[in-house]
């Protein structure tokens, strides 16, 4: 059985398909991750995931139970963090754990044992017993984060977790994400950060206009378009990229201090982009060629949706 | 329908309804301090039995206590972004609107009954039925927490303008119950008109209980307030199941 299954899962709002018979399976312990451009359909896929809101067609099976008919049971599996999932600001970080604690039927021992081990864990120890609303942004996610798996649900959903984070609390959340699944929690993770996703995520779901255009491991769907290969190359001063003409570089790209031609053909552009720099007088710093990025993936499949 | 998660999903949101809304503004203006202004407005300069309207006061104390607190929850919540995480736990719509009007059920009982053992120890009051009086608090603020919920369902996310259609149905309410002109000297349309409001089943109630005359008997009082409360729950559940993801 798996972890979850979403069968055809369709939602209209009013005229407008916004999710468009979507299927996957998530297999337990795994790390899945669901990407997409924005208005792609994520979070409401990830609405009907949670039973937030129901689909117009298909299902959802979480661990086997039917999300729209017993959505309770099936609810009491999941943590999750929505896209608008803010903590109660009017409660202090202890108290907001010791409520979710409650809607999952953890004893008094269990919410308080918990509590203080996630607020430690988290950093958060020193002002637990502060109101959220004197939190910074990092510190409401990190809340937000030990509400979601105070009650240490086998499945963990997560919709943009680290989305305008500083770098300490994004670390801490990942570091964190990264233990549970390793503990054998399944994660589902939405991000725009497809580096993210990248290092994350054991398989991604790219969605754009409401269907998947892929479901695969980020290494697989790489190497599905190797045909984008790249050439990354650093000169010894400023260039004027409308020399590099040639039917070998589709585009060119900044990256840095330095420029990044996209090509089907690296030998052919190599020799290209070398002949264009003698003749322009161009001393060639660093030179290398590389596959195509999960983001290169990304963009060639959703070309258009964004 | 597992029962014992309902349960448990209901109370969990009555406590947290109670930890933070109870504490809001909103409920203390209008669930309070309105009808405080209103009992001053109808009584002070006039020579007027006060024992005669007492139990006409307190149906309106009760009514606007109990239907206070529910029509600032879900938008609150919806503005403050922490609706949806509550639509994640293990709770329903039933759920979620039990838990408020439980909440909502509760201040009202609270405040009520200080303001009726006040009443009736302060003015020498008799109550000659104390179980109708009892089932009438309970009932009748389970009826108008239902209200508010109601009201509250209805999907804005600006917790002043639910407040204000609020007042636009509560005010017209309490001019056609039994308050401020005894339902027993009412006569032709504002007899008729009556009957459709579930406050004037309170006040008559009240009246029964209070050994003052009263229009209907006590059994057609609290069987109205009984089927109002159940219309006003499911058509809350209905209104908030089609506006849940509104202003979210």
């Keep these: 059985m798996d972890a979850i299954e979403a069968d055809g899962l369709t939602k209209y709002f009013g005229e407008l398909l916004a999710v468009d018979h979507v299927n996957f399976h998530v297999k337990k312990g795994e790390f899945f991750g669901l990407l997409g451009p924005n208005g792609a359909g994520k979070t409401t896929t990830i609405r009907m995931l949670t039973g937030i809101i129901e689909p117009d067609a298909g299902h959802v099976l979480i661990e086997g139970i039917d999300i729209t008919k017993r959505p309770l049971e099936a609810k009491m599996k999941l943590g999750c963090i929505p896209e608008v999932g803010n903590v109660y600001q009017d409660l202090s970080a202890r108290e907001n754990l010791n409520l979710v604690g409650r809607f999952y039927g953890l004893s008094r021992r269990e919410r308080e044992s918990r509590s203080e081990e996630l607020l430690t864990l988290l950093g958060l120890a020193d002002r637990a017993d502060d109101y959220v609303r004197t939190f910074s942004k990092g510190m409401r996610q990190r809340v937000s984060i030990a509400c979601a798996i105070v009650h240490r649900p086998p499945i963990l959903l997560l919709d943009e977790p680290t989305e305008g984070l500083d770098v300490h609390s994004r670390r801490v959340i990942v570091d964190l994400v990264k233990k549970m699944n390793a503990q054998g929690c399944t994660i589902i993770l939405t991000t725009h950060n497809i580096e993210e996703a990248n290092r994350l995520c054991q398989r991604v779901c790219i969605i754009n206009k409401g269907s998947i255009a892929a479901i695969e491991a980020p290494e697989k769907l790489r190497r599905a378009y190797e045909s984008i290969q790249t050439v990354e190359v650093a000169f010894d001063k400023k260039v004027d990229l409308c020399s590099f003409t040639s039917g070998h570089i589709s585009h060119i790209e900044a990256s840095g201090d330095k420029w990044r031609f996209h090509t089907d053909n690296p030998d052919e552009a190599i020799r290209d982009i070398v002949k264009i720099g003698d003749e322009r007088g161009l001393k060639i710093i660093s030179l290398a060629t590389m596959g195509p990025t999960l983001e290169d993936v990304f963009v060639k499949l959703t070309e258009g949706g964004i | ?248």
């Design chain 2, 1 to 248: 329908m597992n029962y014992p998660l309902l349960l448990r999903g209901a109370l969990t949101i009555a406590r947290k309804n109670m930890r933070i809304y109870y504490r809001k503004a909103p409920v203390y203006i209008f669930g309070l301090l309105l009808p405080t202004f209103l009992f001053f407005a109808f009584f002070v300069g006039r020579e007027l039995d006060i024992s005669r309207y007492f139990p006409g006061f307190l149906a309106m104390s009760l009514f606007f206590t109990s239907s206070s607190v529910g029509p600032i929850i879900v938008p609150w919540e919806k503005q403050a972004g922490t609706f949806e995480r509550l639509l994640s736990f293990p709770v329903s719509v039933t759920t979620i609107i039990l838990g408020d009007m439980l909440a909502g059920a509760l201040f009202g009982l609270l405040i009520s009954t200080v303001v009726g053992v006040l009443g009736i120890i302060l003015l020498g009051l008799t109550v000659t039925n104390i179980f109708l009086l009892a089932i009438l608090f309970v009932l009748g603020n389970a009826c108008f927490a239902a209200l508010g919920e109601l009201l509250s369902s209805t999907g804005g996310r600006t917790p002043s303008n639910v407040m204000m259609l609020s007042s636009l149905v509560r005010f017209p309410l309490i001019f056609i119950s039994g308050i401020f002109i005894s339902l027993s000297d009412m006569t032709g349309p504002g007899f008729i008109i009556a009957h459709f409001s579930p406050l004037t089943y309170l006040v008559d109630g009240l009246d029964a209980s209070m050994g003052q005359s009263s229009v209907f008997h006590w059994t057609i009082d609290i069987l109205s307030l009984l089927l109002f409360t159940v219309l006003f729950v499911f058509a809350a559940r209905r209104v908030l199941r089609r506006n849940l993801m509104k202003g979210l």
